[in-house]
């Protein structure tokens, strides 16, 4: 599947503003995995994810009308998307500590030759806080840039970088406890 540009986005959007269920649909079809992949890997939790993106595009079809312009279509999905992960992580009473995982580990630690990296890392993301797997997600799996990441999070360029910061130490200090050397990643 092609990605739609951010022009054709915001015509989908603005066709969505104007009750075209067709046009929901393309817009939801381009650009739904992208904020399932995202909303789960903050939630770590299917079901619950799924939830939040139901959700997420009830939003959007209610809300095209009032979408402002002042960011990408596409940001604009993933802030409401992560507005309401965050709503049900208070719900949920979610706490994102290593001691909640402890049945993620092995009893010696991590063999990563063992697990494919990427299955290492994500077990690792699931050990650190909420807020730390999002940044790094719409950082390295989304490909944001900095600028848009503020716009999602309704907070500042340098405190996006601040938290890309403290969210990589974050990651580095799980992984080390899950017994992963850094050559090993």
Do not use: P
């Not at 009830?58 to 009308?65: I, Q």
């Not at 719900?91 to 697990?115: E, P, Q």
């Not at 840039?145 to 500042?156: D, F, G, P």
């Not at 405190?159 to 403290?166: D, N």
């Amino acid at each position: 599947m092609n990605r739609k540009s951010t022009d054709e986005l915001l015509t989908l959007l603005n066709a969505c503003a104007a009750q075209n269920e067709d046009a929901f649909r393309i817009l939801y079809d381009e650009t739904h995995k992208r904020i399932f992949f995202f909303v789960h890997r903050i939630l770590g939790d299917r079901e619950m994810a799924e939830d939040v993106v139901v959700e997420t595009y009830m939003a959007v079809w209610k809300g095209a009308g009032s979408f402002k312009g002042h960011s990408k279509v596409l940001t604009w999905i993933f802030g409401i998307a992560r507005n309401l992960s965050m709503n049900a992580l208070k719900k949920k009473r979610f706490d994102a500590s290593i001691d909640d995982y402890h049945h993620l580990s092995t009893d010696g630690g991590m063999d990563s030759r063992g697990d494919d990296r990427r299955e290492v890392i994500a077990k690792g993301l699931l050990k650190i806080s909420a807020k730390h797997r999002e940044v790094l997600d719409l950082v390295f799996f989304q490909g944001f840039h900095y600028r848009e990441i503020a716009a999602i999070l309704k907070v500042s360029e340098n405190t996006v970088k601040t938290r890309v910061f403290y969210a990589k130490k974050a990651l580095h200090e799980t992984l080390q406890k899950m017994g992963v050397k850094q050559d090993d990643i």
